[in-house]
């Protein structure tokens, strides 16, 4: 792959996403801006049946030596299901959320179910999407905190800030913008959230700089994201196509780390749930912590 700016990775990444969720947003539209009864609003079938394959087939001459003959590497079709590693959500927590917000949940994790999250704190979801994880955030700080979801895709803020409107959530705001410079102030947030973005983002460090810019101190990080136990593969490196879908992206769970605690956080942790078949790509769920 020819080297790609930073702001070609987004572009590529936003375009991606934008062209998902369109005939969702479209559906959305469609159906008016006040939230229309019954039909329309009805409550997804309780699981986010969301998927996204990705394969990871290693190709036949990284795996074997092919004058050994064609069977020598058995078995290597791979494809790994990103999403549905396991129910993410509890059925309980997203009976009452439209389709709208379900059917456009890509994460990889639930981040809200990482550690509580208390009344009245206010949660930023970084690569909010269709809104998923800040709808569920906003039910748990009540009305005296405060959700904010932040992306950078028209698409994805457009239909967020729809799917708000259709709940009649009024403690979620959706900000435009890109997590590498977060439109929040300084020192404002109790609790940072985020599922399944923080690989894609072409600057990881200035993710974690930013994180750390706008969390009160003592305030926490509590994300869940793709990363990888072993060598990212050769064969996965620089494809977009797989940077898009989470993997070629992602780092190593150690330097994922690291990178974390050169930002100035403490106590930074992470369990790492591999995927079947997967080569070493693993879901995590990491906890760190601002100083006080
Ligand atoms: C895999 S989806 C996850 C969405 C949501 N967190 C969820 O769990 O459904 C990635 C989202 O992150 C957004 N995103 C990716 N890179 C971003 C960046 N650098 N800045 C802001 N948003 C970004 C995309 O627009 C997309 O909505």
Request: glycine residues 8%; negative net charge.
């Amino acid at each position: 792959m020819t080297e790609r700016t930073a702001e070609e990775v987004r572009e590529f990444v936003s375009r991606s996403y934008g062209a998902r969720v369109r005939p969702v947003l479209e559906q959305v539209e469609a159906e008016g801006a006040v939230c229309c009864g019954p039909d329309c609003c009805a409550p997804a079938s309780n699981t986010v049946e969301t998927l996204q394959l990705i394969d990871l087939t290693p190709a036949a001459d990284a795996c074997c030596d092919t004058s050994a003959g064609a069977d020598c590497c058995g078995d290597t079709s791979s494809e790994v299901e990103i999403v549905n590693i396991a129910r993410l959500y509890q059925e309980t927590d997203i009976s009452d959320l439209p389709s709208t917000v379900t059917d456009v949940a890509f994460g990889c994790g639930n981040p809200t179910a990482i550690s509580a999250l208390q009344p009245g704190e206010v949660v930023l979801d970084l690569g909010s999407g269709g809104g998923i994880d800040c709808f569920l955030a906003a039910k748990m700080v009540g009305p005296e905190g405060k959700a904010i979801g932040v992306d950078m895709t028209d698409e994805m803020i457009a239909l967020a800030r729809k799917n708000a409107d259709k709940i009649g959530a009024t403690n979620v705001e959706f900000r435009k913008g890109e997590i590498e410079t977060l439109p929040v102030d300084d020192a404002s947030v109790d609790v940072i959230i985020s599922n399944c973005v923080i690989n894609l983002s072409p600057d990881k460090s200035r993710v974690f700089r930013e994180a750390f810019r706008v969390l009160k101190p003592g305030g926490r990080l509590q994300v869940s994201d793709i990363v990888w136990t072993q060598d990212v593969p050769e064969d996965v490196k620089g494809d977009m196509e797989k940077w898009a879908g989470c993997i070629a992206g992602a780092l190593l769970e150690r330097d994922y780390l690291a990178g974390i605690t050169a930002a100035g956080f403490h106590d930074v942790t992470s369990v790492a749930s591999e995927y079947p078949k997967g080569r070493g790509l693993a879901s995590a769920a990491v906890v760190a912590f601002k100083p006080r």
